[in-house]
């Protein structure tokens, strides 16, 4: 059978069976399959973290739950969309303390692999994490913050087994206004950095690097009551204020794209860049992102900036975002804050992997790739820049001895 391919259409799946249950019952069966197993969310993986060639197990199927256990917590279904639950958790007068750029993706899909919002002061979406319940084909295992596996199992790649339900931290609901400042210069950037990326609640960064001197666009979106928008340093940027509903990428339309100008909305209507309604594109793109800690941000941008020659024919854009410190094993901003530089490419995938080992090499030692995104990064390498690494080949060594829910991308990294 055939199973189709990811969301960018450049990965075409190798399993040999899907499986989509409807219950747990009918998961705990699918499970005690043969073969290997992966746990296969909304396909917005670049790479094939999510592929096998035994059964995928979808869980879009499942009864959608959500549940508040707490007056800051809810119970939620793996395979829930973000949009879907920011909506529901709007409409009980709940929220999440960010929310990553497309609200398309699945929960457990964004929190296995460490995907992020941007906001200086926010953790990745896998921080909100409070507590975890793993199926595999001994039954169900339930992790909660403070225990000794549970900063391990969060970004845990699909290899602990299949996330069937978390329990998420949440606040009350609030309002956010967007705006959108085009041209800032790179030098004023750079010199600035911290300065920019706080000028909001959450702030992006786009580059199409057509013009090494000035970036195309400034994302800032502001909690109501927040910090004070800073007009001095926007002029010191040599900004100019959006007068018409921006996207990301210069020229392109912005329907798909979430209310800006100032007009403010609810804070799941404006974190993420698109709105759920509309699919952003076709699929018709690739994608990259490395994360360097805050310390190396401008070496790892003035990096990038000497490479805009190069890198412009394939980019359709550079986003630039930040990301508050954890304590998780295998997260991109463990141990300190880090700075996500992410590049939508032109589906042109042997052309960009011919271009990322550049980039890799001219970026800090420090930087560390997405986990579903593209990268050709040497897996000791990779392991060498994840401090937590032999803890996590350990817990999972323990977790799936057998290594049901290992596949050939997992062992590649050295599982």
Not at 64 to 76: C, F, G, L, P, Y
Not at 128 to 146: F, I
Not at 252 to 260: D, G, I, R
Not at 353 to 377: C, F, M, N, Q, Y
């Amino acid at each position: 059978m055939s199973i189709g391919t990811n969301w960018a259409g450049n990965l075409r799946y190798s399993a040999a069976a899907m499986a989509r249950p409807r219950s747990r019952a009918e998961l705990r069966a699918a499970l005690g399959a043969s073969g290997p197993l992966r746990a296969l969310g909304s396909r917005h993986s670049f790479n094939a973290i999510a592929d096998t060639t035994g059964t995928l197990v979808d869980l879009s199927a499942m009864p959608a739950v959500i549940e508040q256990t707490a007056s800051d917590a809810v119970r939620v279904s793996a395979g829930i969309r973000y949009g879907e639950l920011g909506a529901e958790l709007h409409r009980r007068g709940l929220a999440l303390s960010n929310l990553a750029s497309l609200p398309h993706i699945s929960v457990a899909g964004a929190v296995s692999t460490g995907t992020h919002g941007s906001g200086d002061r926010i953790g990745s979406l896998a921080t909100a994490v409070r507590a975890l319940t793993l199926a595999g084909p001994d039954g169900e295992r339930t992790l909660r913050r403070g225990d000794a596996d549970f900063a391990g199992a969060v970004v845990s790649l699909g290899a602990l087994g299949v996330m069937v339900e978390l329990e998420l931290d949440v606040e009350p609901t609030y309002d956010v206004a967007q705006t959108v400042h085009e041209g800032p210069a790179w030098d004023a950037i750079l010199a600035e950095f911290d300065g920019v990326t706080g000028l909001g609640t959450s702030v992006s960064l786009f580059s199409r690097w057509t013009d090494r001197d000035s970036a195309d666009q400034l994302w800032v979106k502001n909690r109501l009551g927040g910090v004070a928008l800073d007009e001095d340093l926007l002029a010191r940027l040599g900004t100019r204020p959006a007068t018409v509903q921006r996207h990301p990428i210069l020229g392109s339309a912005a329907e798909a794209c979430t209310p800006q100008l100032g007009e403010a909305g609810p804070w799941h209507k404006r974190l993420p860049h698109f709105r759920l309604e509309f699919t952003p594109s076709a699929g018709e793109e690739l994608q990259s992102e490395y994360l360097v800690p805050r310390r190396d941000a401008v070496r790892a941008l003035e990096a990038v900036r000497a490479l805009a020659g190069r890198i412009a024919p394939l980019l359709l854009v550079n986003e630039i975002r930040t990301v508050a410190a954890d304590d998780l094993w295998l997260s991109p901003s463990g141990g300190e804050g880090a700075v996500a530089i992410h590049f939508t490419w032109r589906r042109d995938q042997p052309a960009v992997e011919a271009l990322l080992p550049v980039i890799e090499d001219a970026l800090p030692e420090t930087a560390r790739p997405h986990w579903g995104k593209l990268s050709t990064l040497d897996a000791a390498e990779i392991r060498r820049r994840t401090p937590r690494w032999d803890d996590f080949a350990a817990l999972v060594a323990r977790t799936d001895p057998a290594g049901r829910f290992r596949n050939a991308h997992l062992e590649r990294l050295g599982l």
